[in-house]
């Protein structure tokens, strides 16, 4: 599924799956907007899943490094940072900052910075 964005006679637009909805008129279809919120609350739930997983890893990553007192694993600290970008695109989402769906809807993001932790003294 992709959603496109255009300017149409100086009015933004978006087009999804043959969808339109027009943002400069001022008024949303009541349909649109039931779905938005059937949508918004299945994320709402899948942000707790995704916030309980967080803390897994989070604590996972603490007790990798006390006990083995090396850096924190690489790969957790990969999947971390994937998860907390897709946590920001929900939320911009929820909070009606971006229109698009996440992921399932369009491909999970890419890490927003590199996963290697910088080295200081705790």
Same mark, same amino acid.
Do not use: W
């Given at each position: ?21 027009? @943002? ?13 919120? @059937?949508?918004?609350?299945? @994320? ?79």
């Amino acid at each position: 599924m992709s959603t496109e964005y255009g300017v149409r006679g100086g009015e933004v637009r978006e087009e999804t799956m043959g969808d339109e909805v027009d @943002f400069d008129s001022g008024e949303i279809d009541r349909v649109d907007t039931v779905v938005r919120i @059937f949508y918004t609350l299945l @994320f709402i739930l899948g942000l707790g899943v995704l916030r309980g997983g967080i803390y897994v890893l989070v604590a996972f990553q603490l007790g990798y490094t006390l006990i083995t007192q090396a850096p924190p694993n690489e790969r957790i600290g990969e999947v971390s940072n994937r998860l907390v970008a897709y946590y920001y695109r929900v939320l911009r989402y929820l909070t009606h900052n971006d229109a698009i769906k996440p992921f399932p809807f369009t491909d999970f993001p890419e890490p927003v910075e590199p996963s290697r932790p910088q080295i200081q003294d705790y």
